[in-house]
Structure formats: C-alpha cells, structure tokens
C-alpha cells in the first residue's frame, strides 16, 4: 500500500513579519456560537498578550474559527503563544459547560480539553509588507458580513473593526495605534491614512444601542 511521506509543517519566526494565524474548532463545530464565549475568548487573548509581550494588529472571532494578525511575541515564540491560547480557552469553556453537566469536572483535564474543542494545528501567514497587512485586516473585517452574520462589520463587536474605524477601545489592548507607540519587533509600517482598508463606519450603524461597545 502506498504511503504518503507527510511533510512537517514549516513555521518561519524572528524575521520581523507579521503573523495571519487561523486556529479552527475541533471538526469545525461551532463551539464559539455565543456572545459569551467569544467574550471569553477575547479575555484570554488579552491575558496571553500580556505574558507574552506581543502587538494584536488584528482579530475576528466566528463561530467556528478564529482570524488574528500579531506580532511576534518578547518572550517565546508564536507557537508557544497559541498553545496557550488555545489551553486556557479550552479550560473555561469545556470546564464550564462540564461543570454544567456534571459534577465531576475534577476528573477533566486540561490535554483532553484542548483536543476536543480546537483542532490540533493552526496556519500560519507570514506578512512581510503594509499592502499584505492591509488586505488581511480587510479580509477578517468583513468576514462576519460575507457570512451573513450582520450586514455592516462595525456591528460584529468580536472583531477589531471598531478600534480603527471608530477609535475605540475593546478588549484587546490595541495601543500601538496610539502615537507614540510603534509596533514591537516588526519593519513593516502602518497602512496610508488616506487608504487604511478599514472604511468609516456607516452614522446610522453607531447610534446609540445600534452595536455593543466596549469603554
């Protein structure tokens, strides 16, 4: 019978790119479909930046997959950074809805947790220039609309549209926008104030109640 030779996957660190991660749910199940969890997956992500010392330039939650742009981290590498993420995620939420069912969530583990709600690998993009960045912040952004999950991205708050199109601040410490801050570990500049790739949002999409914020 013949087998084939599987290659190893290739990660490419330490040059200065930027990162386009996915990291999907385990058999692609929506296990992301609520408010509350996406709330929770953004609080680790900003718990995990913080240890590892790393830029979030971009995100989007979906319900069965998520999209971020980052950085290379101070300490460790991105690898190390997504095996984290993706235990400390799985942690909470499996032990929660466990909790739920059961009440012998002192038998669950965190490897067992980790298998079953992601799945095993991520892809990793290297982006090595501004266009490149640009287009992948365009792509995560409108994801939510293509999907059919809201008709203007300004109102899917589990992605980081509103932070360049309005200014404001979410849940993940997004500073290096702010002047003087500058971007970590990266050579690649910001995209052009006059073709930023982000849009302004829509007067009638951020009336008041028109979309969650974050103050």
């Known amino acids: ?45 900003e718990q995990v ?38 235990q400390r995620v799985a942690r909470r939420l499996l032990h929660r809805q466990r909790k739920k069912n059961s009440r012998q969530s002192e038998l669950w583990s965190v490897s067992p947790a980790d298998e079953r709600f992601w799945q095993r690998r991520f892809y990793d993009f290297n982006v090595f220039s501004a266009r490149k960045m640009t287009e992948k912040l365009r792509y995560m952004h409108r994801n939510p609309v293509k ?9 899917w708050r589990w992605s980081s549209y ?11 410490n997004m500073d290096w926008m702010v002047s003087p801050y500058k971007m970590k570990r990266t050579s690649i500049g910001l995209p052009d104030e006059d073709n930023p790739g982000f ?9 008041k109640g028109a979309a969650p914020t974050f103050v």
């Open 162 to 172: 509103r932070s360049y199109a309005l200014g404001e601040r979410g849940p993940v």
């Open 199 to 207: 849009g302004q949002a829509h007067p009638s999409k951020t009336a």
């Open 49 to 86: 930046r913080r240890r590892y010392r790393f830029d979030v330039i971009g995100f989007v939650v979906m319900p069965e997959h998520v999209h971020l742009l980052l950085g290379e981290p101070e300490k460790a590498d991105l690898s190390v950074v997504m095996q984290v993420l993706k």
């Open 147 to 155: 999907r059919g999950l809201v008709s203007a991205p300004e109102l």
């Open 1 to 45: 019978m013949l087998q084939l030779k599987r290659h190893p996957l290739q990660r490419y660190y330490g040059r200065g790119d930027l990162h386009f991660i996915t990291t999907s749910c385990y058999r692609r199940k929506a296990f992301l479909e609520t408010a509350r969890t996406r709330d929770i997956f953004l609080s680790v992500l």
